[in-house]
């Protein structure tokens, strides 16, 4: 019998290895989260501190209920965090991750948008 003189394949280095299935759903999940632009705006507008719904609704053009689904929607993911002061419901970012996120893929559509094209 002739023995085979390969030697197993050796693992791939750490920084090559795949990640586990779960980063890939929560993955999914944040862009499933971020797939409509009234959120992205949403994020874009808390990234420079925390607002009440009237201060949100100053920057973004919709009505009360619709944003109050959208913020309740990233509130519930825990993207957002949330806090009542008499009347008023002041939002703030509570995942900076999925504001990095967010503020490099706009960051790179804003710049492609500005270069003209080759």
């Known amino acids: ?38 959120r992205v705006k949403i994020i874009s507008t808390l990234c420079h501190g925390e607002k009440n719904v009237t201060e949100i609704l100053s920057e973004i053009e919709t009505t009360q209920p619709n944003l109050s689904q959208h913020l309740n929607m990233l509130y519930q993911a825990q993207v957002l965090d949330k806090e009542r002061r008499g009347n008023q419901i002041f939002y703030r970012i509570n995942n900076h991750d999925v504001v990095a996120l967010c503020r490099t893929l706009c960051t790179q559509l804003a710049n492609e948008h500005a270069s003209p094209p080759r």
């Open 1 to 38: 019998m002739h023995r085979s003189s390969t030697a197993p394949a050796a693992a791939p280095p750490e920084e090559e290895r795949r990640p586990p299935d779960e980063v890939f759903q929560r993955a999914a999940d944040i862009f499933r989260l971020m797939s409509t632009p009234i």
